[in-house]
């Protein structure tokens, strides 16, 4: 995989949500790691594949036809748009997605078994997810973007 900038709604270079779990193995090859997330009676399965060589990690949900449905980033080799952003302070990032103006932004606290103090700030116009420890961020998540009133992805072309 070479382009490395992260695309909100659409994927990372030709890893474009919608495309199947077999197109997704044909691009990166092999995960690591493949973990099933059980369902309940609202949703159904997920499956997460990780590449940890990469610090990369996908998911496919069963109610979306096993299509390619978030994808998350924990390399500094991954750039959004065009901004190392992941190592900067909590702070740093919040300046630098409001230059960026993407919505507005919820923060909510993780509360976990280990002592890290972790947080997951959220814009839900641009289906983005940023998760910071001990008030670095580690992570970024996005998924396609989501249409409110058909309560559905839009599936990028």
Do not use: C
């Amino acid at each position: 995989m070479t382009a490395k900038n992260i695309e909100l709604g659409k994927g990372i270079g030709n890893l474009k949500f919608g495309i199947t779990r077999k197109e997704v193995a044909a691009i990166l090859g092999e995960p690591s790691e493949k973990e099933t997330i059980d369902g309940d009676e609202d949703m159904g399965s997920s499956e997460a594949w990780h590449y940890d060589e990469l610090e990369l990690s996908v998911t496919f949900d069963e109610d979306d036809d096993w299509k390619l449905s978030s994808i998350a980033a924990s390399s500094s080799d991954f750039t959004f748009e065009g901004v190392d952003l992941l190592g900067l302070s909590q702070e740093e990032v919040m300046q630098q997605i409001e230059i960026m103006n993407l919505g507005d932004i919820e923060t909510e606290e993780i509360v976990g078994e280990e002592d890290e103090d972790q947080q997951v700030a959220t814009i839900a116009e641009v289906s983005l997810n940023l998760w910071f420890e001990n008030g670095k961020l580690s992570e970024i998540q996005w998924a396609p973007y989501w249409d409110e009133e058909e309560e559905e992805y839009i599936w990028p072309e």
